[in-house]
């Protein structure tokens, strides 16, 4: 409990974030072990450090103020992503369209058909995507794509529960 306290008392001043960086708090108050707290016991000191870490003395908090190094080098990851759609530029092949493929199974313990029950949606969008396919809207008309009433459109791509 205490050290909690030491440290929302050190990283705060006057209500303010001062020091929020790790290594400069543990510079500035030393983490407890059974020996530092047995030596602060006999002592009677604390584990607060008397002195400014050298990150403060710093225009960069989390490097130590001084240090040099002999090689100048940086090291990046460069990760490269493309989102893209393939589609055949021209004439429209029909077999080449996108097909809507689906299945419709009625809810476990629905006693009739005819009450209303929820029929779960299984729907799979066939689309060559390199990255995955992203469907915002997906809208049915035509009377191939109405086997229920009601039903103008589904937000998203996958398992769905409509009801009738």
Known sequence: MVMVYELLEEML?????????SNVLK??????????????????T???????????LSTIPWRRAGVKYTNNE?????????????????????????NL?????????APKPEENPSLNIDLKIQQLAISGLKVNRLDMFGEKYKPFKGVKYITKAGKFQVRT
């Open 13 to 21: 001043d006057n209500g303010f974030p001062l020091a929020t960086e």
């Open 27 to 44: 510079e500035m108050i030393r983490p407890p072990t059974i020996l530092r707290s047995v030596v602060n016991t006999l002592t009677g």
């Open 46 to 56: 604390s584990n607060v450090g008397d002195t400014l870490p050298t990150g403060q």
């Open 74 to 98: 940086a090291y990046f990851d460069v990760v490269e992503e493309i989102d893209l759609l393939v589609w055949d530029i021209g004439k429209l092949n029909p077999q080449k369209l996108p």
């Open 101 to 109: 493929r689906g299945s419709l199974s009625l809810q476990a313990g």
